[in-house]
């Protein structure tokens, strides 16, 4: 298929597809550390975009490290490539609760007045989902920076109980701490969804970025207490499975 008209399929600007493209060519070691990148006039043939758009690729190559440009020489791939720091999604409570102790936290709204749950909480959820809730929208972070941005509905009655903890860390430590003995259930779901503008803004990526989205829930003695909803850049996180944990 032609570049061009795969492009075509994406609201994406075509800068942004170009250095995915690029950057998966250095990934996958078609274009291996060291070498260097074909001309201009080459690629702007092979994909059917302008020397314009290439360079503004190239600029984003640059930012992370992959790529160095020299005037009169041409585009190399770097020889040594930084690594992305990843975070492993969670596929158990304890290793919600391991990532969440990895995490900072930035409030950046926190609302007054106690909510219900979502009318859907976009997963299967059977539970008891009464009572009322308290919204926090957060950032999460690690040394390289924003990792997550989440929006977390908590039972009321335990905010209050824990709101100095909560206020300063993520929430699944604490609910583990307090009440890990009685968690009756606790699920998650994995989608992968684009950034709409604030959790973009958040983390620091473009608008209709691929991210990880999680959904999760946990209940006490029957009832949810806790729904989260969190979004992870999807080039910062990786999965890992035993698959043949069930034999």
Known sequence: MPARKLFS???????????????????????????????LESLMDTYGI???????????LEEDGLIRRSRGSGTFVNAELPETPTLLIPKTWAETVELSNQLGTVSLVESNADSPLPDSLGMPCGADRSGSFQYLRRIHTTEAGPFCYSEVFLDSGLFRKHRARIQKSTVAPVLD???????????????VIEAGQESAESLQIPVSSPVAELRRYACIDGRVVYFARLEFPFRKVRMEFDLLTSR
């Open 177 to 191: 701490q307090f009440y890990g003995a009685r968690i009756s259930e606790a699920r998650q779901v994995l989608n």
């Open 50 to 60: 302008s020397r314009a758009t290439i360079r503004q690729a190239f600029g984003l």
């Open 9 to 39: 399929r994406s609201p994406q600007p075509l800068y942004l597809q170009a250095a995915a493209l690029f950057r998966s060519h250095i990934q996958n070691r078609t274009w291996r550390p060291g070498q260097q990148i074909p001309p």
